[in-house]
């Protein structure tokens, strides 16, 4: 569907028996703005790192990474607190229980949503452009 935000999709959390959280796939612009937070964070990065080391080298070496895996690209939390709807956890979905999440589940789903939302050209699509 094109018009995105409004159907939800349950995903289970495989390493919880039994818990699961709803998301919404993103819009274009939800996806933009959490590139330009991911941008603003490695720039601040960057900063803090101009007196120290080859800047260029790290600059590099953060693009080349980027292009392995397009996720980097992406701010975390903006990609949770847009598309997290519901969950069957006993508190309420807010900024504060997201940042709540452990590491293991973050990451996961992270990985779930940028899935459902990266865009992907296949091979046909490639040659005919």
Not at 9 to 24: C, K, S, T, W
Not at 50 to 68: C, L, N, R
Not at 100 to 122: H, P, R, S, Y
């Amino acid at each position: 569907m094109a018009i995105v935000g409004k159907q939800t999709e349950r995903l289970n959390i495989p390493h919880e028996e039994g818990q699961y959280i709803e998301v919404v796939r993103l819009s274009w612009r939800q996806m933009e703005l959490a590139k330009e937070v991911q941008m603003e964070a490695l720039s601040k990065q960057l900063k803090k790192m101009q007196g120290g080391g080859d800047i260029f080298k790290q600059v590099g070496s953060a693009g080349e990474q980027q292009k392995a895996d397009p996720k980097l690209q992406y701010d975390r939390g903006v990609i949770l607190e847009a598309s997290i709807k519901a969950w069957s956890y006993d508190v309420p979905v807010n900024k504060d229980n997201i940042d709540l999440l452990d590491e293991k589940t973050a990451a996961w789903l992270f990985n779930a949503i940028m899935d459902m939302n990266l865009w992907q050209q296949d091979e046909q699509e490639v040659k005919k452009g």
